[in-house]
């Protein structure tokens, strides 16, 4: 696709259930980012992926928080056990280059934890 | 820690009635200041990056300005369609952008 590709748009999930965030990065980009904006608050880092170096974890906020890469492409980002404070959008984004921050971000996946 | 400090943290402008957003960064080694676009729903949109004191990038009505502290976002004359939130990032070393807060900008007709 042309763009960053989030799904779903929107989850809505009961309190302690599992969910699965996929993000279908820009061909070609090597490098893959999680970010995850609550309301009324800046964007937070979660996870960083950069081809095939060991990822960059030190975002997440607990071990419920896990994500993978798989074939250096697409990304889950999987939520254990989700309380309410997880609720927010969950932002992908990639990059062509190496340490760059010019963001390609996808439009998120917006969860709600009732 | 690296910190990204936005004010205001709302702006409210009459059409063509210029003004400034401000980000003040605290940022040890500082390897880029970013500034993006956020539509509501929408990812963040790339606008610029500056490097070093002193530098300025334009695009349209927009002006991105740099100081060793903190750097500015100028719109001149703005338009209805320039209503967003405007958010500023930081990069040390080779570390994650850290954002700030972001400024909701509204532009009335």
């Known amino acids: 696709g042309a763009g960053v590709s989030q799904s779903p748009s929107n989850k809505v999930t009961e309190k302690g259930k599992d969910v699965e965030l996929r993000c279908d990065p820009i061909?070609?980009?090597?490098?893959l980012y999680w970010y995850r904006q609550s309301l009324g608050q800046g964007l937070e880092f979660l996870i960083y992926?950069?081809?095939?170096?060991?990822?960059?974890k030190s975002g997440l906020p607990s071990d419920r928080f896990s994500a993978e890469r798989t074939g250096g492409s697409v990304s889950t980002l999987t939520i254990q056990r989700t309380q309410q404070e997880d609720s927010a959008v969950y932002l992908c984004?990639?990059?062509?280059?190496?340490?760059?921050?010019?963001?390609?971000f996808g439009e998120g996946s917006r969860l709600t934890v009732l | 820690e690296d910190q990204v400090t936005q004010s205001p943290e709302a702006l409210r402008l009459q059409e063509g009635e210029s003004s400034s957003l401000n980000c003040s960064y605290t940022?040890?080694?500082?390897?880029?200041l970013f500034w993006y676009r956020q539509d509501p729903g929408k990812g963040p949109e790339f606008l610029f990056t500056?490097?070093?004191a002193g530098e300025e990038k334009e695009k349209e009505r927009l002006k991105a300005t740099l100081t060793k502290k903190e750097s500015f976002l100028h719109i001149t004359a703005p338009k209805p369609e320039d209503s967003a939130t405007y958010l500023c990032?930081?990069?040390?070393?080779?570390?994650?952008?850290?954002f700030g807060k972001g400024t909701r900008l509204s532009v009335i007709a």
């Open positions: 061909s070609g980009h090597t490098a």
């Open positions: 992926f950069q081809g095939n170096s060991a990822p960059d």
């Open positions: 940022v040890s080694g500082l390897r880029g």
């Open positions: 990032a930081s990069r040390s070393g080779n570390t994650p952008l850290v």
């Open positions: 500056l490097y070093s």
């Open positions: 984004a990639s990059s062509g280059q190496e340490n760059t921050g010019e963001l390609f």
